[in-house]
Structure formats: structure tokens, C-alpha cells
């Protein structure tokens, strides 16, 4: 029922000439597993390392405050960069430096900047309280998994 609900809204049952998008998309999800591969894969590796190393207060509350706030600045350039990895390869864009700027003055840019300071700073409040420190990158990575499905829909649409 699902499957019908969802080909009768994208016009598939003869109310609309325009063909659905196929369920699958082997090209996106090759974009998704490269930067995941290349990019963000090894940069939390050594960032969440780093940060755990570096920032180190008296009071439990100001560390992690300081550590979801480093996070939030680092992260926004990394998010415009995987805004232009996506329009890159998938076509949308001829040059890596089209691709920037495209991606930085991009409308999808700030609802997905607000999305993640609101669900990374939950993530991370648990990460940096309550998961173990040699648990921080993997517990990272699961929510990435998450993060990415979510990241990958709203370049899409």
C-alpha cells in the first residue's frame, strides 16, 4: 500500500506524464560512500581524537560546552564542502570552484546548518558525557550514518 501511495503521488498511476524517480540511485549513493570514504570518514577520526586531547577544563560543563562549540565552527566548512563534493559529482556543477560557490550561497545551506546544530549538539552532549572517550568516534560514526541519510535527501530535493 505504501509502495502505491507513494508512485500515486509522484503522478505514476496516469494523473501526471511525468515518470517517478526511480527508488534507487546507484550514482548518489556512490557521491554518499566517497565522501564518507574520503572526506568525512578520516576527518572525525583525528578531529574527535584531537578534541578529546585538547579540550580539557575543570568543570564538565564548560569542556563540553567548548567542544560542541569548536565542533559547530569546524563542522560549517565542512558542510559547505560536501555541498559542493555532492553537486561536483553528481553533475550540477563543471568546476570544484563552481562547486563552492554554489554550495555556499546555496538555499538548502542554512535549514541544513540549523538541522545540525540542533541534532549534534544532543548527539554530542551524550558523546562528551556519557560515551566513553575510545567510543567517540564510533558512536559518531552511528550517528553520521543518520546524519548522512539526512544530508543526502535535502541535497537531493
Not at 568525512?40 to 575543570?58: C, T
Request: hydrophobic fraction near 45%; proline fraction near 5%; glycine fraction near 6%.
Amino acid at each position: 500500500m505504501a509502495r502505491d501511495r507513494d508512485l500515486r503521488s509522484r503522478g505514476a498511476d496516469g494523473g501526471s506524464s511525468e515518470q517517478p524517480k526511480p527508488w534507487y540511485n546507484p550514482r548518489r549513493t556512490l557521491v554518499m560512500s566517497s565522501w564518507g570514504l574520503v572526506a568525512s570518514g578520516p576527518f572525525n577520526h583525528f578531529w574527535y581524537m584531537w578534541l578529546d586531547r585538547a579540550v580539557s577544563l575543570p568543570r564538565l560543563v564548560h569542556s563540553v560546552g567548548l567542544k560542541i562549540c569548536l565542533d559547530h565552527v569546524v563542522y560549517f566548512p565542512v558542510l559547505v564542502c560536501y555541498f559542493a563534493w555532492t553537486d561536483y559529482f553528481r553533475g550540477r556543477a563543471d568546476t570544484v570552484a563552481d562547486a563552492l560557490a554554489g554550495a555556499a550561497a546555496s538555499d538548502k545551506l542554512m535549514p541544513v546548518m540549523r538541522a545540525n546544530v540542533v541534532s549534534w549538539t544532543a548527539v554530542h552532549v551524550l558523546t562528551f558525557t556519557i560515551v566513553p572517550a575510545q567510543y567517540h568516534v564510533l558512536w559518531v560514526s552511528m550517528a553520521s550514518f543518520f546524519w548522512s541519510g539526512y544530508c543526502s535527501s535535502a541535497t537531493e530535493s
